[in-house]
């Protein structure tokens, strides 16, 4: 299983990014597609998180404003993210769970000047 997360890049305060995490190799069900995040010195955190059956959970610093989706039979998900704040900024990992197992792809890094 590969995750390929794209979208990342440097966006202005107020601004909107839109990430998308491609899933392939093993794949026949995503029973769970999540993204995490770790600015330095900060703790990773689980920003968004959905399940097959369609329901979503939020980290309270990005409810309101972070949007995910997941298309199952594209294999792909995605994180809109509007509104955008400076500490917003970090690398983000997407992850999907599929059988009780967890793949991670890499980061891509999300800017946001002030």
């Known amino acids: 299983v590969q995750l390929q997360a794209s979208g990342g890049g440097l966006v202005q305060t107020g601004g909107s990014l839109r990430l998308s995490c491609a899933a392939s190799?093993?794949?026949?069900?995503?029973?769970?597609m999540g993204w995490y995040r770790q600015a330095p010195g900060t703790q990773r955190e689980l920003v968004a998180f959905?399940?097959?059956?369609?329901?979503?959970s939020y980290a309270d610093s990005v409810k309101g404003r972070f949007t995910i989706s997941i298309d199952n039979a594209k294999k792909m998900g995605y994180l809109q993210m509007n509104s955008l704040k400076p500490e917003d900024t970090a690398p983000y990992y997407c992850?999907?769970?599929?059988?009780?197992?967890?793949?991670w792809g890499q980061g891509t890094l999300v800017t946001v000047s002030s």
């Open positions: 992850i999907i769970q599929q059988n009780g197992r967890q793949f």
């Open positions: 190799g093993s794949i026949f069900t995503i029973h769970g």
């Open positions: 959905i399940s097959s059956g369609g329901s979503t």
